[in-house]
């Protein structure tokens, strides 16, 4: 009986110790567990494993995230996201004599920052930042760059930054101003290769390099912008001019005071529906003058000044009906000037100086007694012409075209015949001439470099 009885105390005593040490390890509130006795025959095996005390609370649900509130302040979300933008950009400005950025305070952007032009942008129905105007602002800095600042601004229609400080280069991704139809980036200190990130900008339709230092080359891309002002002048581009010129989609083009070579291409006469004004002075391009520029039936400006061409005009010149000024001086054109050319009813300008024109008809002389400049040539009869060793000199050396006889090619189908026009001692009958005007061009505006061209195309008028 003595062993049994030790057995059944060893058996108590193992599963005391089990229920004591799962209540220490569970939390319980049991009594800690006693020291062994010392008349113990076994020493008590180690507390088994006991399962988690189940939790006494369901776990804590999880809430859908909160709507994103309009930030407050703030007009709409979307001025409350280039807010942080303008002002990281204010930091940059260290040059500011107008004082514009102290405007530049507060949450009411709409109301209270000059350069800056709201209206409700259409797809979020809501009031965001639609146009830029810091035209004549002069901001400056070392490190005034549109890298971050442009692209900050998603609802951009136009972007005008004319007479300012900028360096740098325009963002790559420029693409992603859905709504940006002007870029006007002229008279800055742009430099480096013709900026191919506009290619990318497929809703412009102004873009303005002018008066910077853009170099090298032009892509023949980007004459097939479908923009209608394309003023890339007094830059330091150098290359002939494209094949594909005649492609282009501007109304409005100034190539002007650059270092453009070689010749105009032929394919100039493609344009005869879209392109108005298009300025090519003071360039250093060479040969003559195709035939094909008589297609643009709606030019009102064509302007070859300052270079080297040569030839005499093309008789198709007088398809130019709606031709209002028409700049030839300072190359080196010959030969008569043709009646009808001066007989187009919508000229009010007609510049031959400085040439080697040999003879007019009565009605180029009549345009010249009302300031149509005929002057420095080798015409006999007019005044303040060349000398006549100059002249000599000039006609001792061969001059020709290649295509001599295309020059009295007439594409139109109205006007004077190939014997007309061969003669200048015909007497014509034209409108007469109204007096000649200061300049009103687009194009020649483009010249100045603080001219202001603002089209302010907003959200309503796309």
């Known amino acids: 009986m003595g062993s049994r009885r030790k057995f059944l105390?060893?058996?108590?005593?193992?599963?005391?110790?089990?229920?004591?040490?799962?209540?220490?390890?569970?939390?319980?509130?049991?009594?800690?567990?006693?020291?062994?006795?010392?008349?113990?025959?076994?020493?008590?095996?180690?507390?088994?494993?006991?399962?988690?005390?189940?939790?006494?609370?369901?776990?804590?649900?999880?809430?859908?995230?909160?709507?994103?509130?309009?930030?407050?302040?703030?007009?709409?979300?979307?001025?409350?996201?280039?807010?942080?933008?303008?002002?990281?950009?204010?930091?940059?400005?260290?040059?500011?004599?107008?004082?514009?950025?102290?405007?530049?305070?507060?949450?009411?952007?709409?109301?209270?920052?000059?350069?800056?032009?709201?209206?409700?942008?259409?797809?979020?129905?809501?009031?965001?930042?639609?146009?830029?105007?810091?035209?004549?602002?002069?901001?400056?800095?070392?490190?005034l760059t549109l890298t971050d600042f442009l692209i900050g601004l998603p609802d951009i229609v136009f972007f005008h930054a004319n007479s300012n400080n900028f360096t740098g280069s325009i963002p790559t991704d420029i693409s992603k101003l859905r709504y940006l139809y002007?870029?006007?980036?002229?008279?800055?200190?742009?430099?480096?290769?013709?900026?191919?990130?506009?290619?990318?900008?497929?809703?412009?339709?102004?873009?303005?390099?002018?008066?910077?230092?853009?170099?090298?080359?032009?892509?023949?891309?980007?004459?097939l912008l479908n923009v209608d002002y394309l003023f890339i002048n007094n830059n330091n581009f150098f290359q002939k001019l494209p094949d594909n010129l005649g492609s282009t989609k501007a109304h409005y083009i100034t190539l002007a005071n650059n270092g453009f070579i070689g010749g105009i291409p032929r394919s100039i006469g493609q344009a005869s529906n879209t392109l108005f004004e298009i300025l090519f002075l003071n360039n250093h391009?060479?040969?003559?003058?195709?035939?094909?520029?008589?297609?643009?039936?709606?030019?009102?400006?064509?302007?070859?000044?300052?270079?080297?061409?040569?030839?005499?005009?093309?008789?198709?010149?007088?398809?130019?009906?709606?031709?209002?000024?028409?700049?030839?001086?300072?190359?080196?054109?010959?030969?008569?000037?043709?009646?009808?050319?001066?007989?187009?009813?919508?000229?009010?300008?007609?510049?031959?100086?400085?040439?080697?024109?040999?003879?007019?008809?009565?009605?180029?002389?009549?345009?010249?007694?009302?300031?149509?400049h005929v002057k420095m040539n080798c015409i006999l009869e007019l005044p303040n012409q060349r000398s006549h060793a100059e002249c000599a000199d000039f006609f001792s050396r061969t001059h020709s075209c290649p295509n001599e006889t295309s020059l009295t090619y007439v594409p139109c189908s109205e006007g004077y015949s190939r014997a007309q026009l061969e003669s200048s001692d015909i007497q014509l009958t034209a409108p007469a001439m109204a007096p000649v005007q200061a300049p009103r061009w687009v194009t020649y505006d483009a010249l100045s470099s603080n001219h202001v061209i603002i089209n302010r195309r907003l959200y309503n008028n796309n």
């Open 9 to 143: 105390l060893f058996i108590c005593i193992i599963v005391g110790c089990i229920i004591i040490a799962c209540k220490n390890i569970g939390g319980g509130d049991g009594p800690p567990p006693s020291e062994p006795s010392e008349n113990q025959d076994y020493p008590p095996p180690p507390p088994l494993p006991c399962p988690p005390k189940p939790s006494q609370s369901p776990p804590p649900k999880i809430s859908p995230s909160p709507q994103p509130r309009r930030p407050t302040n703030f007009e709409s979300s979307r001025l409350a996201l280039v807010f942080p933008v303008i002002q990281a950009f204010k930091k940059k400005v260290l040059f500011d004599p107008l004082g514009i950025t102290n405007t530049w305070n507060g949450k009411n952007i709409c109301r209270d920052y000059k350069g800056f032009i709201c209206d409700v942008v259409p797809d979020k129905n809501e009031k965001a930042l639609a146009g830029v105007n810091f035209n004549s602002f002069n901001l400056g800095g070392p490190n």
């Open 182 to 223: 002007e870029l006007d980036l002229s008279n800055n200190y742009f430099s480096g290769n013709f900026p191919y990130q506009v290619l990318s900008a497929h809703h412009l339709q102004f873009l303005d390099l002018r008066f910077n230092a853009f170099a090298g080359l032009i892509p023949p891309q980007g004459f």
């Open 285 to 372: 391009l060479t040969g003559c003058l195709p035939y094909q520029i008589g297609l643009l039936k709606k030019a009102t400006v064509f302007d070859v000044e300052r270079n080297g061409f040569t030839g005499s005009i093309p008789h198709s010149f007088q398809c130019l009906k709606k031709m209002e000024a028409l700049n030839l001086a300072f190359n080196n054109f010959y030969g008569d000037v043709p009646e009808a050319v001066c007989s187009l009813p919508e000229l009010l300008k007609f510049t031959l100086s400085y040439n080697y024109f040999t003879k007019v008809g009565p009605r180029c002389q009549e345009l010249a007694k009302n300031g149509v």
